[in-house]
């Protein structure tokens, strides 16, 4: 079992920052792939970025290219996501998400161990 900690969400003014970070519990932390969706009230679930065991692989939603970075300490055993320019319609609860399969499955399928989420609210 992959437990994961999110921690880091909050409130802030557009075109502000926010740090989310994630804190796992694996075995071999640098075999999972690390990464995040988000769900807006009333909205689907949208996947946000992910990031490969060894941090050589990345991949980011079109809609935060160049505005979020993500990354990882695997001595921490733990992701980060650097959310800067933060607009209005980032707000949302952002769940952090694992998975032993690669990068791939936040893609193309499905992650299968979730964070509790964690709030961040962007107001004008």
């Known amino acids: 079992q992959v437990q994961l900690v999110e921690s880091g969400g909050g409130s802030v003014q557009a075109g502000g920052s926010l740090r989310l970070s994630c804190l796992a519990s694996?075995?071999?932390?640098?075999?999972?792939?690390m990464g995040w969706f988000r769900q807006a009230p009333g909205k689907e679930r949208e996947f946000v970025a992910v990031?490969?065991?060894?941090?050589?692989?990345?991949e980011y939603a079109d809609s935060v290219k160049g505005q979020f970075t993500i990354s990882r300490d695997n001595a921490k055993k733990v992701a980060y996501l650097q959310m800067d320019k933060l607009k209005p319609e980032d707000t949302a609860i952002y769940y952090c998400?694992?998975?032993?399969?690669?990068?791939?499955?936040?893609?193309?399928?499905?992650?299968?161990?979730w964070g509790q989420g964690s709030q961040v609210t962007v107001s004008s």
């Open positions: 694996a075995r071999a932390f640098d075999n999972i792939a």
């Open positions: 998400a694992a998975s032993f399969w690669g990068t791939h499955q936040f893609m193309t399928a499905e992650p299968e161990y």
């Open positions: 990031i490969g065991g060894s941090g050589r692989v990345i």
